[in-house]
């Protein structure tokens, strides 16, 4: 590892990098549905009649839930006119209607570093082709075309579902941050996952091969798990 003039080690030098830029307030469109700029007339109805009495949906989220719809597109408006986290409504393909939301938030392009999260899915998304695919494009967004190094998924270590997609998903688990926010009166140790740019070209081969028509029957169940379209990382030589 090169090292400075007093023999301490340091990180390797970055060939060619520069600061990039924001992620964009632009429609991001895949096949099975599309993450739209979160707009609160737009797509505000369609998403409380969709989490409209699924009060577990804001379990772990710092927000929610909401005694009405006005109370909940007062928040939403607010969260529109926000540039980090900057929100997206995920559309579902088939039906046009929004079913959820996802953020691309603590951005910091000049490490070229993003963090999805504050995400909230209908129970009618969850589970679905969309909702993979919403990840998979927020994913690409920053790799492919903003070149960022590094994607970031933190959540509550409490929330085994949030843990069991980041390991779907392909992040790799770094650890626990303890006592790292107070939510809703409540300490909360977050658990923090990644996938860096090195990792990016695995793991998007492996979401493009899940999403295709074939990978799924006529009813819709997948054949192949988007885990085991993923390399297996080879043990540790002792």
């Given amino acids: 590892m090169p090292g400075n003039k007093e023999e301490r080690p340091v ?28 707009d609160t007339a737009k797509h505000g109805h369609d998403l409380w009649k969709a989490i409209e009495g ?10 929610g839930p ?8 007062a928040w939403l408006k607010g969260r529109e006119e926000l540039s980090d986290p900057l929100s997206y409504a995920v559309v579902d393909a088939a039906s046009g209607k929004a079913l959820g939301v996802l953020t691309l938030m603590e951005i910091r392009p000049a490490a070229g570093v993003v963090e999805t999260g ?12 969309a909702a993979t695919e919403a990840i998979f494009l927020a994913m690409k967004h920053a ?20 843990r069991a997609a980041a390991i779907r ?6 650890g626990i941050f303890r006592q790292h926010m ?10 923090w996952y990644s996938i860096v740019d090195k990792e990016w070209p695995t ?16 009813e819709g169940h997948q054949k192949a798990a988007l885990a085991d379209l993923r390399p297996k990382a080879k043990p540790a030589a002792h």
């Fill in 169 to 174: 998903f392909g992040f790799t688990y770094e």
């Fill in 203 to 218: 793991v998007k081969a492996a979401f493009a091969a899940w999403l295709k028509p074939e990978n799924f029957d006529a």
């Fill in 143 to 162: 790799f492919d075309d903003l070149g960022y190094r590094r994607f970031e998924w933190k959540c509550d270590a409490l929330n085994a579902p949030s």
């Fill in 118 to 129: 504050h995400i909230f899915f209908a129970p009618v998304l969850q589970k679905t082709r």
């Fill in 182 to 191: 107070v939510i809703k009166g409540r300490n909360r140790d977050t658990a």
């Fill in 54 to 63: 699924h009060d577990s949906v804001w379990t772990y989220l710092s927000y």
């Fill in 11 to 38: 990180g390797p030098a970055l060939q060619s990098w520069s600061e990039r830029a924001r992620p964009v307030r632009a429609t991001i469109t895949g096949a099975w549905g599309r993450l739209e700029p979160l």
């Fill in 66 to 73: 909401f005694a009405d719809e006005a109370s909940f597109l």
